[in-house]
């Protein structure tokens, strides 16, 4: 495909998406209906798509509509490209460019940097002089990092093995085991190094949640909100933990053994009958549903998709889920708090209301990890009981 065709197929499923079209069912239906696009042709638009989708208000600003041509058109202009030389009419490439397809200034902060109207204010009051930054490293595509899994290897075992292969890594200052790849990065899940489990694809700032947790050898440790078991896998690299992973909703787990077996570590899965009967646990993590406001990155539609009631209801889960897992920690246990979220009402707030409903809880440790600083943006606090 020509760069063109690219870019009119990105316009197509961008169409799609904006009808109400998941991106991946309308990307994965795309690629069924054409089958003479190579796998570089499909991951270049992948990218089209996903750039847009992260821009969706500045770009369609730029381009002069709220439409997948549009977008493309503001996509170009974004990075100082001429339309013209792509939206040209010939074979495969989109029409020529009309007079009245022209970009306007952005009317709002909020506009130019990609974040709903309704949301801004908060996102500024969450992040405070940080907030255009975060706004502008959401605009931008993620980068990747992999987790050097130490049940099977160290950083340096793990990072020749990589580069036997291509793909190039280095250190990232958010973890120990965290791993930014720079070279060869559609080649990380073809790896040899990923298949045998010495390494997985986890955020920084993610694996830094975990590693800053005191595990020691003994310890009974939940993953109380497992999810897919990014963390339950790193907590079970810990030498001598015994790892316990619960969410639910147990389908999201059902990858989970087959991973734990690629890692060579040992997590028992306990469905939502058994979980209140297994404890008491010296750590109980809560990674609780959220925005996924700091990994808007990753997962842009979920920008759009929030909600300002979602946004109300979420805090109120959040402090649910902390008052059914503090009930699980052990006398002396720790109980940690974690969000992929930038914003406070689903972080410091939640915590904070937590701490006034519970007197006998106190809190020992807190951080925030900024989308700003190359993570996702992540927050977690540890609470343990007075005394």
């Known amino acids: 495909m020509t760069p063109a ?7 197509e499923i961008l169409d799609e998406i904006l009808s109400g079209t998941p991106a991946e069912k309308a990307l994965t239906g795309w690629a069924r209906r054409s089958r003479f696009a190579g796998s570089k042709d499909r991951a270049a638009i992948r990218d089209h798509v996903f750039d847009a989708v992260r821009c969706m208000r500045s770009y369609a600003a730029r381009g002069g509509a709220m439409t997948g041509r549009g977008l493309m058109l503001g996509a170009l202009r974004a990075t100082g490209e001429d339309p013209e030389q792509v939206f040209t009419g010939d074979r495969h490439a989109p029409a020529p460019v009309q007079d009245h397809e022209v970009g306007r200034a952005f009317a709002t902060v909020a506009e130019a940097h990609d974040i709903p109207e309704w949301l801004w204010p908060i996102f ?12 502008a490293a959401l605009q931008k595509r993620a980068p990747v990092h992999l987790r050097v899994n130490l049940a099977k290897t160290d950083v340096t075992g793990a990072v020749d093995a990589l580069w036997r292969e291509g793909i190039g890594v280095r250190s990232h200052p958010a973890c120990q085991t965290a791993l930014e790849v720079i070279q060869g990065t559609r080649k990380v899940s073809a790896s040899k190094a990923y298949k045998d489990g010495l390494v997985e694809l986890q955020d920084a700032a993610s694996q830094a949640v975990v590693a800053e947790l005191d595990l020691q050898p003994g310890m ?63 750590v109980v993590l809560t990674d609780a549903p959220c925005s996924g406001s700091g990994a808007w990155r990753r997962a842009p539609a979920g920008k759009w998709a929030l909600s300002p009631d979602r946004l109300d209801q979420l805090p109120r889960l959040q402090l649910e889920i902390l008052h059914q897992a503090s009930n699980l920690v052990a006398q002396t246990g720790t109980l940690a708090y974690a969000t ?7 972080n410091d707030r939640v915590v904070d209301a937590f701490l006034q409903e519970c007197a006998e809880w106190r809190q020992v440790f807190r951080n925030a990890w900024q989308v700003a600083h190359g993570t996702d943006g992540f927050y977690s606090a540890h609470l343990t009981r007075m005394g």
Not at 5 to 11: D, T
Request: aromatic content about 4%.
């Open 5 to 11: 065709a690219r870019v009119q197929a990105a316009i």
């Open 124 to 135: 500024e009051r969450s992040l405070g002089e940080d907030a255009t930054a975060a706004a």
């Open 220 to 282: 009974r440790v939940l993953d109380y909100c497992a999810g897919g078991g990014g963390k339950a896998l790193a907590l079970a690299a810990a030498k001598g933990v015994q790892v316990f992973a619960h969410d639910v909703n147990p389908a999201r787990m059902r990858d989970l053994p087959v991973r734990a077996q690629r890692a060579g570590v040992s997590i028992t899965i306990l469905g939502p009958h058994e979980v209140s009967t297994s404890g008491p646990f010296d």
């Open 340 to 346: 992929c979220s930038v914003l406070d009402v689903e």
